[in-house]
């Protein structure tokens, strides 16, 4: 049988054990997580399923339309979709309650990059702890408080920081197409 797959959605791969990169944004890129409460809330959240479900992140950025992050699955890497079904259930119901919106659309889908390259793994993760300043959030990446520059400059030893944030990544493939709110 050919490999069919809907033409309007990413096609998911999840089948190894290996370390992702994940984009997921909210439906219509609508602003669901402005504001610093919203902010926190989505990025402890991103992070608590991931511990859930044993996912061991090693860079994400969290804004107010999508997120990103690179992350090493466990032995069964299909969780992914549970792992990001619960977030985004929780994150909805969430947002739609202070809102007053029930049952409102939050989020869209998400994409996944198994990576198998060293360079394409370092690249990707210098793209997301630097994602905040492509954005134009921030002048340096570990100012910006919902992302993991920080703990991954206060972490790592120097010669790693050194190394991961002199991997370029003007030629990555990465669909962000996101214009997040400046919380600034």
């Known amino acids: 049988m050919p490999d069919v797959h809907w033409p309007h959605a990413p096609h998911h791969r999840l089948c190894e054990r290996g370390t992702y990169m994940v984009t997921s944004g909210t439906y219509q890129k609508c602003h669901h997580f402005a504001g610093r409460e919203r902010l926190e809330v989505l990025h402890r959240g991103l992070l608590a399923v ?4 044993e996912w061991r ?7 107010s339309n999508h997120y990103h992050f690179v992350g090493h699955s466990p032995a069964d890497s299909t969780t992914i979709s549970p792992m990001l ?16 919106t029930p049952g409102r659309k939050v989020w869209h ?12 793994y370092f690249a990707r993760l210098n793209y997301v702890h ?9 002048l340096t990446a570990n100012a910006y408080p919902w992302c ?3 703990w991954f400059e206060r972490t790592a030893t120097s010669a790693q920081v ?7 990544t003007d030629r990555l493939k990465v669909f ?3 214009e997040p709110v400046n919380e600034g």
């Open 176 to 178: 962000d197409e996101y």
């Open 50 to 53: 991931a511990d859930e479900f």
């Open 130 to 138: 630097q994602n905040a300043v492509k954005h134009r959030l921030a």
């Open 148 to 150: 993991s520059a920080g």
């Open 162 to 168: 050194n190394t991961i944030y002199g991997f370029p």
């Open 85 to 100: 079904g619960k977030l985004h259930e929780r994150m909805a119901k969430w947002a739609n309650n202070l809102d007053q």
């Open 57 to 63: 992140l090693e860079a994400w950025a969290v804004f």
């Open 109 to 120: 889908n998400f994409r996944e990059t198994r990576l198998t390259h060293e360079k394409s």
